[in-house]
């Protein structure tokens, strides 16, 4: 979640807690029954917005909504609450700075334009129709009113000044750290596009030789080809990473039977690793190999590919296992890749989800990678409304799990593909 989200949510936390209280005073005064009525309703709509904003992820439309609706009830305020002499034009002081905070950069100028003719506007109506206002019963009402909305956000607007402001030097820290990970990720990336290229155009160029053997030429054909895979994965990489962060990663969800597609990817993967020093196995629990779930099988292949390949690169011997295991109370499925490689150090274990982050960072390090493939897969697995995580032991393994809902399908019995099938 970015700062701007998170900003936001606080903004219409906020928001719901001055409307929650302001409501609680405005009864306690006995203010006009339409005022108590506009707060509670306030309440309420606050309410709805940041419940969609932070479970449904509706963060621009809600943005937009709030501006409308605050710029509404602002209105309403001015003409219920004793217009300039109650505490609504505080109220507007304190939104418009909030209003900037959450309004995207080239709407700053049309915001305060709005906010300025508003303002205009309602003491304009108020000097030409005063009897539109709805005046204080007492002036000891008018001042406790506007010392109670006065203190309100006196104590609102400072927590989220503070927060602004550490937020802001914590991104400044991430941007720093993330620009050393860029240059590390760029010169990573010109050795790993340059290593099979160089393989590519070499091998191409013994090609014309027209001494070399049948057995020879398939020999040089298969590193072409091997190396021509290795330039599209890194290509398909990017590709998914700037979907992710551009939000147009979309997911094609049908039956997807597990038995016969982890199978697959064992029988795939198996090619990859010496199988006399390195074994693949696969790992069911009992009573669920013929279990047929609801997903985007391309999503699963994407994410268990980049697992597996991790776990090829990282086990010189032992074995890797790939399984799944069933919550029937929190409907969910868990897959996971477990290997007995190298481990993970402590410190590593919370960055290396980060982009462009690896266990070893440097030019000199002995594992192939640019640092994508783990954040592609965590991001994968959010279309997914999943989630993932590692447990790991340095000189032991590592363990990666990845969570989705369970939505189990009914399909027809059909014969299991044969691994190696297409």
Not at 358 to 384: C, F, W, Y
Not at 417 to 422: A, C, E
Request: one cysteine or more; charged letters at 20%; glycine letters at 6%.
């Amino acid at each position: 979640m970015s700062f701007d989200e998170r900003f936001f949510l606080k903004t219409l936390g906020l928001s719901l807690l001055v409307s929650f209280v302001a409501s609680i005073f405005n009864i306690a005064l006995g203010l006009d029954q339409s005022l108590i009525l506009l707060t509670v309703s306030t309440f309420v709509i606050f309410a709805v917005m940041l419940w969609a904003a932070r479970f449904k992820r509706l963060f621009k439309p809600i943005r937009f909504i709030y501006l409308v609706v605050t710029i509404f009830i602002l209105n309403a305020l001015w003409l219920l609450n004793a217009g300039s002499k109650g505490p609504t034009l505080l109220i507007f002081q304190a939104l418009f700075a909030l209003g900037l905070f959450i309004t995207p950069g080239r709407f700053y100028i049309p915001i305060a334009v709005i906010f300025g003719l508003n303002i205009t506007l309602l003491f304009g109506l108020e000097f030409y129709y005063p009897e539109l206002i709805i005046p204080y019963s007492n002036q000891a009402s008018r001042l406790t009113d506007i010392y109670v909305i006065t203190v309100i956000f006196f104590l609102c607007e400072i927590p989220l000044i503070y927060y602004a402001h550490n937020s802001f030097k914590t991104e400044k820290t991430k941007a720093l750290e993330s620009d050393k990970m860029k240059n590390s990720f760029l010169a990573n990336m010109s050795h790993e596009i340059r290593t099979p290229m160089n393989a590519i155009l070499g091998f191409s160029e013994l090609l014309r030789d027209d001494d070399i053997s049948r057995k020879e030429k398939h020999q040089y054909l298969d590193i072409i080809k091997e190396n021509g895979n290795v330039l599209l994965d890194l290509l398909g990489n990017i590709l998914n990473l700037s979907k992710l962060e551009a939000d147009l990663m979309e997911k094609k969800e049908g039956p997807v039977q597990v038995y016969p597609f982890m199978e697959q990817m064992k029988f795939t993967f198996e090619k990859q690793v010496n199988l006399e020093k390195v074994r693949i196995v696969t790992e069911y629990p009992m009573g669920y190999k013929d279990i047929c779930i609801y997903s985007d099988e391309l999503i699963l292949y994407q994410v268990f590919s980049n697992l597996l390949n991790n776990a090829i690169r990282f086990t010189t011997r032992g074995q890797i296992t790939i399984g799944f295991f069933i919550d029937e109370i929190q409907p969910s499925i868990t897959f996971f890749v477990r290997d007995t490689g190298l481990g993970i150090t402590p410190e590593k274990v919370s960055l290396i989800f980060e982009r462009f982050r690896q266990g070893d960072e440097t030019l000199q390090r002995n594992h192939q990678g640019v640092g994508l493939g783990l954040t592609i897969s965590k991001g994968l697995m959010a279309v997914l409304n999943g989630t993932m995580w590692v447990e790991s032991k340095i000189n032991k393994g590592s363990t990666f799990y990845f969570r989705q809902p369970l939505k189990k399908v009914e399909v027809p019995q059909i014969a299991l593909k044969s691994p190696g099938m297409n």
